[in-house]
DNA sequence: CATGAATGAGGTTTCATTCAT
DNA sequence: TATGAATGAAACCTCATTCAT
């Protein structure tokens, strides 16, 4: 088992003050998204960038060794909130409802994380080899997560004979595409109608036919 | 009623011979989108695309008016496929047949044009607003034809109420979503496997419950 | 009455620094004229310019927004000449010696300027309209200036009743041909010489025939 | 003696029919020169020219070796034109009235010529160093068949003493400015007009004082 | 003779990154 | 620690000229 060693900590910094650093990367992330989300990740500058962390470009280059680090920044972010999330214990022994509750958690943390969402569906090569493949990581990780779930309710009979894995699938993405199309499923409905239609579908997709 | 002018018609060109326009342009965009696939738009320069169309730079320019206009092509093919796909009469009078046979063309169709479908969502602002518009009025219209369908299937009872416009939407992602994340999804199964899956899950969420 | 507003403003840089800011530029502008001089604007590439300047090519952007706002510079240097140069008060009551005075002045300055008048005769079209009119309205004020002690000479009848705003032109265009033709003329005669032999002619043509 | 070739001998030509290369240069020429002074020699390009002629690109390449050639093709035409101006006998014996027509003449062929004296001022550099040196030995001669007369004048004591190389540079320039600020001119006066004022402004500069 | 597609050098401009202050 | 001036490579695009047809 390999040493995992957090990747934000291989981002070179002049500083030594550890908390400060965590602290302004954070800051330099959340105000760098929206431009990405706006105009691309490769049309906005370092200097856009800066100004608007109301800092100077040198200033960044203290807590980043270059620009692509800020997308490191917000994958891990992704990441680190896509762990967070399957911490939490949803562990209703009933498949239905623990997938119900998995399934609108999903869909609330893509919401929350839509910048984000968007930006590793846009910027995948902004953000090296290395990283891409810890989120993928993570990907399945949560996909496995949500088989785990499938797989009882299979076993069990709650839910009918199915290709769980795809099933998970569509559960990701149900999530990501709220946050990927909201300009447009946003004018149908609000977010809690989304997670309930949604809801409904995929379980009474999954539940045996009559 | 305004007169409806292809974009393709707009792009600059130093050639008169409509023809040859056609047919270096589809060749261009043919040998463009692979790479835009791999490094993404920005990351691709004019001088690799010259390169892939074993062309020199000027060349390209003399059917382009700018590196811009490659995006436009590939999302007008996308578009003109999806218009042909639509101009198909899957008529079958029983909604589920008719469903199950749109499914399946739609996810073929996203399976040809993937390099397109992930240009689309890719790299949206590559192809500027107007040619956005145009896209997303054949989505809407992609979006409405499925509807239709689900409505009939509705009032005639075959399917359960529900929410027709965003069922429609969770197939025309289930075509998307095959193309975005080929990669993963072919390692689980067969563009033909993937198709029987989704359209099981899909329809027996369609269909009344026990 | 609407506010004037300096068009060196209204260049684009990536500096604060006001003063720096003006200070490169004139040096930027006094390093580039002598090649416009030589080669002509079109064929002085911001190259060649930013090694005259002993400058990278960055740094030369990095205090302008284009190659075109050193034609704006270099025109609006000797607008702002023209208007210092109409400030002075040469108010000889004599229509004669002020005229004199004037005339060497102004021959003076367009001996000075000398590259500046060559710029605005040969690169009209690369100072942009706005600019050309701000000149063509100083070129006016300048004639009028001319013209009104012209005409306080005709109405005191020191002068021959004449066409004054020809005349006006012509000591214009005396002091612009001394730079246009130094070449030439200076081969001929020194400044002084040309000065003193203009300004003959020029009052010989205008007072009263015997 | 050296043996004069005409430059336009020199221009190579793909054709060996001598007369219609002859009548396409001029009918390019003639064409290429509103757009010269419409955007300048270096803004045009000889697509632009192709065009404005009704013929390929490879069609003017044709019949010229170069797009220099055409502003060799330019400045000749000026040569020539002045070469004929000069043969023609003003030979009224009186000083006064010689000058008279002189001037009036030189005008109007500066009026006729207002392109080529433009591009002359403008685009000096667009007519390689030999053709330059041709064109300023024709301006000599003009600036020194004016001073014949002008000597003439003196001699019999019709003009006071003058520096009469000055005073034929101001005749030469006289024309000059009408082509050159036709558009300022032309809003004050008519051709005829200025040509008369110009020539009583000239002409009592050079009488003798009261 | 005529055409116009093709070439590729070279132009202007941008921008990630460094480093003297 | 913070600044922002400076660098220079590399991007997009143009255009004089050639040459196969």
């Known amino acids: 088992m390999r040493l995992e060693v957090s990747p934000e900590a291989t981002i070179r910094t002049m500083s030594n003050d550890h908390e400060l650093v965590r602290e302004r990367r954070r800051f330099i992330a ?5 431009l990405f989300s706006k105009n691309g990740f490769d ?3 370092v200097r856009d960038i800066s100004k608007a962390c109301d800092m100077s470009v040198g200033a960044v280059y203290h807590y980043l060794g270059s620009k692509d680090d800020i997308g490191l920044l917000v994958a891990e972010q992704m990441r680190s909130e896509m762990l967070e999330f399957m911490g939490h214990a949803f562990d209703d022994p009933r ?3 623990s997938l119900r509750s998995i399934i609108a958690e999903w869909c609330r943390l893509c919401d929350r994380l839509q910048d984000n969402v968007l930006f590793l569906y846009q910027e995948p090569r902004n953000i090296g080899k290395p990283i891409q493949e810890r989120i993928a ?4 990780q949560c996909l496995a ?3 785990e779930i499938l797989c009882k309710g299979v076993d069990t009979g709650t839910f009918r004979p199915m290709d769980t894995r795809l099933f998970a699938f569509n559960i990701y993405i149900c999530g990501n595409m709220w946050a990927f199309r909201r300009w447009y499923l946003g004018k149908l409905m609000t977010l809690d109608q989304y997670i309930s239609a949604q809801t409904d579908a995929l379980i009474n997709s999954a539940l045996p036919k009559s």
Chains 1, 2, 3, 4 share one sequence.
Not at 137 to 140: A, F, I, Q
């Open 145 to 147: 997560w949500f088989e």
């Open 137 to 140: 990581e993570v990907e399945l």
């Open 43 to 45: 049309r906005t500058s």
């Open 30 to 34: 959340s105000r760098s998204l929206p």
């Open 95 to 97: 498949p239905v409802e």
